[in-house]
Structures are given as structure tokens and as C-alpha cells.
């Protein structure tokens, strides 16, 4: 258990629809990361919150959008799914905002969009 | 732009037979180059983080090291429990929307027979 928690771990919805990925940074960290990994694109950086503020984005779709709660947990929502959404979802965690440590991964979320 | 390139993309070897694998990197500035493991539908997992040329760390049987413009992760008599895909991930000082992204390369799938 590397301590980043996401939920679901896997979810299938329809094209159209829109989903809600969760994740909880390990204690104590306050930086979140969101990354993407498709089978042809890698792992692709989408968007960075640290303390509750969004303070990096990556190549992340306006259909997508997260937050970061008081709590630090962080919700990514991902709206008017495609075929292409299809990916695992990563979400880590470091203790500061491009702290140079090693970055902590969750184990994702697979979506499919059917 | 901020690139990294691993090969080869796979590699298979006998357990035993030990090699190397391949992270070039080209980045404005380097903060941090990092090394993790993925399995199937697992989330990465940190190895090292090198720092300068020059560094070297090692784990196991895993000895990564740095230059100015490349990294090698030498497997030394690898066993089959090894066989996984490779990640190397790049951080560039910067401001703003690079500070505390990764830059992740596409990875060697790695497969060690017994």
C-alpha cells in the first residue's frame, strides 16, 4: 500500500456520461497530481493542486476539470466521455510542490467508456 | 521542449543475464531524474531519484546512474520476479506550470525467463 488511496478502481460508463475520480494523498503530503496513461500516449501529466490551489495544468481536455478539498483529498471529473477517455488514471502525491522527492503513486482507476 | 526517450522499448533476458536500460532526457534544467517500476494495472513505483551527473544509487539488484544527458538502469542478475515495465520521469526547474510535473518516457517492458 504505497498510502495514495483512489477510488473506484475500475469504472465503466457510457459515451456522454460524466464520472468523478477520487483520491487521497498520503498524510501529511499536500501536493496532487492527476496523470492519464493510455496505451499510446504513456503517462501524460493533466493537472496539479497544492494546498487546496491549482497550480499546474498539463495537457488536460476542458471537459475535465479536479479540486482539491480542505481535507486535501482531490476529485477529478471527467464530463461528455469518448471512446478516447478510455485509460488508467493516476493520481500521486509528494509532500511539496516540486519537492525533487519521489513522487507517490495510487494504483489508479481504469475507466472504459463503452 | 522537455523530452524523454527509454530504450529499448522491450527487453527479454534469461534470468541471470544481467543489462542495462536506457532513459535520454533533454530538459531546460534538471531538478530531478526519476526511475520507477509498473506492473500490469498497478499504479508506478518509486525506485531512485538522481540529482546530478555523476550520481549513483542502487537497490537490490538495480544500480541506476546519471549524466548530463542520459540514465542507465543496470539490472545485474536479474530473476524473474523483475519483469516489469521500466519508468523513467524527468522534473525541470522552472515556474509556474513546469515546476513539479514529471515528464515521463514511454518505458521498457522488461521480461526475464527462467
Known amino acids: 500500500d504505497s498510502g495514495v488511496t483512489q477510488t473506484p478502481k475500475h469504472l465503466i460508463t457510457a459515451t456522454g456520461q460524466r464520472v468523478t475520480l477520487r483520491c487521497s494523498p498520503r498524510?501529511?503530503?499536500?501536493?496532487v497530481y492527476w496523470y492519464q496513461q493510455s496505451l499510446d500516449q504513456g503517462l501524460q501529466f493533466l493537472i496539479q493542486?497544492?494546498?487546496?490551489?491549482?497550480?499546474a495544468k498539463g495537457n488536460i481536455l476542458e471537459r475535465f476539470s479536479a479540486q482539491q478539498f480542505p481535507d486535501l483529498h482531490s476529485e477529478l471529473n471527467l464530463s461528455s466521455l469518448e471512446l478516447g477517455d478510455s485509460a488508467l488514471y493516476f493520481c500521486?502525491?509528494?509532500?511539496?510542490?516540486?519537492?525533487?522527492?519521489?513522487?507517490?503513486f495510487g494504483s489508479g482507476t481504469r475507466l472504459t467508456v463503452v | 521542449e522537455d523530452q524523454v526517450t527509454q530504450s529499448p522499448e522491450a527487453l527479454r533476458l534469461q534470468e541471470g543475464e544481467s543489462s542495462s536500460l536506457n532513459c535520454s532526457y533533454t530538459v531546460s534544467g534538471l531538478r530531478g531524474l526519476f526511475w520507477y517500476r509498473q506492473d500490469p494495472g498497478k499504479g508506478p513505483e518509486f525506485l531512485f531519484t538522481l540529482y546530478s551527473a555523476g550520481e549513483e544509487k542502487e537497490k537490490e539488484r538495480l544500480k541506476a546512474t546519471l549524466t548530463k544527458k542520459e540514465s542507465f538502469l543496470h539490472i545485474t542478475a536479474p530473476k524473474p520476479e523483475d519483469s516489469a515495465t521500466y519508468l523513467c520521469?524527468?522534473?525541470?526547474w522552472g515556474r509556474g506550470s513546469t515546476l513539479g510535473r514529471l515528464y515521463f518516457g514511454r518505458g521498457t517492458q522488461l521480461t526475464v525467463w527462467p
Open positions: 493542486y497544492y494546498n487546496g490551489e491549482e497550480r
Open positions: 500521486a502525491s509528494s509532500v511539496a510542490q516540486g519537492s525533487g522527492y519521489g513522487y507517490t
Open positions: 520521469a524527468v522534473q525541470a
Open positions: 498524510s501529511g503530503d499536500l501536493s
